[in-house]
């Protein structure tokens, strides 16, 4: 049975997201792992035969641990796209009340997810980024109550925790686009979409060419992200999904002439969506 690894500890969206997979493929054993960086790694050393991890929320963006991996030498590709809602709630110790609030703690994306929630309703607590929603969880079951959590139903059953408060994302259509990875993308495909990633010279206009390309061969691009190609100050790469498979002959044509133009081209994957 091949191992899927995904960002723990239980209780987590990204676990979510891994149930959803399996309900989805029917087999595979999850294994949690700690961090970003070390589902990628163990993937592309194929301690993990798949991962599912999170790429891109739509109220807070890239998810810039994901992106910036995807530039070390990893040899891995997204296999596939899974979306998931996300329902953010305000987790507490059974009996906590409002006044009793000092702190709240949770994933830096959570977090920002409910900024105006957190300004409105405690302005004056301390908010506490951790590594999972699981672990703020963990938290504030240790705790004496002054701690709350932002996370969701599955953390506060995991964790014996109430939930004070529901639904405080800032925006109702509160969605994170989770990828799965392996050592090969997915087959060609009605509906399906391609990422890479690309860096530009310095010179007038050498980022438009490279976008007319997708112009040329009427390619819809859905996304572009820049990030710091962290070799020199001003120097950035930029993230790019498209509609089509990189078999698709027009596809194949426009990501020849990118790689031939780009200082820097790396293909990320070709997959399908399922929500």
């Given at each position: 049975?091949?191992?899927i690894?995904?960002?723990?500890?239980?209780?987590?969206?990204?676990?979510?997201?891994?149930?959803?997979?399996?309900r989805?493929?029917?087999?595979?054993?999850l294994?949690?792992?700690?961090?970003?960086?070390?589902?990628?790694?163990?993937?592309?050393s194929?301690?993990?035969?798949?991962?599912?991890?999170?790429?891109?929320?739509?109220?807070?963006?890239?998810?810039?641990?994901?992106?910036?991996?995807?530039m070390?030498?990893?040899?891995v590709?997204?296999?596939?796209?899974?979306?998931?809602?996300?329902?953010?709630?305000?987790?507490v110790?059974p009996?906590?009340e409002?006044?009793?609030?000092?702190?709240?703690?949770?994933?830096s994306?959570?977090l920002?997810?409910c900024?105006?929630?957190?300004?409105?309703?405690?302005?004056t607590?301390?908010?506490?980024?951790?590594?999972?929603t699981?672990?703020?969880?963990?938290t504030?079951q240790?705790?004496?109550?002054s701690?709350?959590?932002?996370?969701?139903?599955?953390?506060?059953?995991?964790y014996?925790?109430?939930?004070?408060e529901?639904d405080?994302?800032?925006e109702?259509?509160?969605?994170?686009?989770?990828?799965?990875?392996?050592?090969e993308?997915?087959?060609?495909?009605?509906?399906?979409?391609?990422?890479?990633?690309f860096?530009v010279?310095h010179?007038?206009?050498?980022?438009?060419?490279?976008?007319?390309i997708?112009?040329?061969?009427?390619?819809?691009?859905?996304?572009?992200?820049s990030?710091?190609a962290k070799?020199a100050?001003?120097?950035?790469?930029?993230?790019?999904?498209?509609?089509?498979?990189?078999?698709?002959?027009?596809?194949a044509?426009?990501?020849?002439?990118?790689?031939?133009?780009?200082?820097?081209?790396k293909?990320?994957?070709?997959?399908?969506?399922?929500?």
């Amino acid at each position: 049975m091949k191992k899927i690894g995904y960002l723990g500890p239980p209780g987590t969206f990204s676990h979510e997201a891994a149930k959803k997979y399996i309900r989805l493929t029917g087999a595979g054993e999850l294994v949690p792992r700690p961090s970003i960086p070390d589902l990628m790694t163990a993937t592309d050393s194929g301690v993990l035969q798949e991962a599912i991890l999170p790429i891109e929320n739509s109220l807070e963006g890239g998810v810039i641990p994901t992106l910036d991996m995807f530039m070390e030498e990893l040899d891995v590709q997204i296999r596939l796209e899974l979306l998931l809602p996300i329902r953010e709630n305000l987790l507490v110790k059974p009996g906590t009340e409002r006044g009793d609030i000092r702190v709240v703690t949770s994933h830096s994306q959570p977090l920002g997810q409910c900024r105006k929630f957190l300004q409105n309703a405690f302005p004056t607590a301390h908010l506490e980024a951790v590594g999972s929603t699981a672990i703020a969880a963990e938290t504030v079951q240790r705790g004496d109550g002054s701690v709350a959590a932002i996370g969701g139903v599955a953390s506060a059953e995991l964790y014996g925790l109430e939930i004070l408060e529901a639904d405080i994302q800032d925006e109702a259509d509160n969605v994170t686009r989770f990828i799965v990875i392996g050592k090969e993308d997915s087959p060609q495909a009605r509906g399906s979409k391609s990422s890479l990633i690309f860096g530009v010279s310095h010179r007038p206009g050498s980022l438009y060419q490279i976008l007319d390309i997708f112009s040329i061969f009427d390619i819809n691009m859905t996304r572009i992200e820049s990030r710091p190609a962290k070799r020199a100050l001003g120097e950035y790469v930029f993230y790019v999904d498209i509609d089509g498979h990189r078999d698709d002959p027009d596809v194949a044509d426009a990501l020849k002439m990118i790689r031939r133009k780009a200082v820097f081209y790396k293909f990320l994957g070709s997959y399908g969506t399922v929500t």
